[in-house]
């Protein structure tokens, strides 16, 4: 017993100079202290002694004990520092130095409303899908009964992108000047009955002011069937707005001109900012929030439906304008400013 304690004291000895890394101290104590380690089973051991040894070779167990863990402790020491050099200069870890705080980010206002939508269209049935801020004229215009000579294209003056004579595309390609150009794209690929939302960035060049930007978020949505009527449409647009602001919303319906939708409407909300008493974002106390409108036949045969077999609605939310009746905003620039003063609020 005696000789074999000291065996085990000389293989730790001869390990321990092995040692470069003080995460092998972990594996080294385990080997040998664990439960099911050397020095402890010959501990256990002891018990098998004649009774006039367990004294003595009780006490030498713990003698050998105690400079193990004296050598173990000593080799940490030398270990640890060495170690934490060469973090320092692989890493160019400096402790002497002031730390810095690290700040976290979190969702743009407008995510946080964009996500919320989203899970609200999905859970009644709404495909989402994502299209070309890049557009063709003719999904932008053509194909939603907008042609060159149509007076609605004055309305929409916006930015056509200039391409060199290699560019095969024969299109005019446009900044989209609204998510509706997704609705013959989606027909033609999906077909009917469809239910689907696009929600995307848009371009107009028009003057700024507290409610109008050169760039802005909008949601199209689209659902066609047989025997859709304008019921559907006031139904489900009352439920997208009381799921929204989690209560009942007073609204106005009115009638708006829209060239791919007939009849047109405008869904107006009385203005969250000022309580309906009129300010510089709404003006009147009502802020234009949906236009909308039964799917004109035109479209539909553009996206290769019978308009006698199919009917649907449309409408576009601007949910930058959302996102200010919801928090309180009362200048839209605000939003796409990049000024963190006013982003980290939220």
Known sequence: MENLLKQIKERL???IKEIKISEDFERLEKKYFGRKGEFTIAIKSLKDLAEEQRPVIGKLANGVKKEIEELLENAKQKINPIQRKAKEFLFGFDPTLQGSKKELGHLHPCTLV????IDIMSSMGFMVIDGPELESEYYNFEALNIPASHPARDMQDTYFIKTDKNFKYSEKLVLRTQTSALQVRTIEQFGAPLRAIFPGRCFRNEATDASHDNTFYQIEGLMIDKNISIANLVSVMNNILSQIFKREIKTRLRPGYFPFVEPGFELDINCLICGGEGCSVCGDGWLEIMPCG??????LEYG?????EYSGFAFGIGFTRLVMMLYGINDIRLLQSGDLRFIKQF
């Open 13 to 15: 000895e001869n390990e």
């Open 114 to 117: 964009l996500n919320e939508i």
């Open 294 to 299: 039964l799917v004109n036949p035109k479209v």
């Open 304 to 308: 290769g439906l019978d308009p006698k």
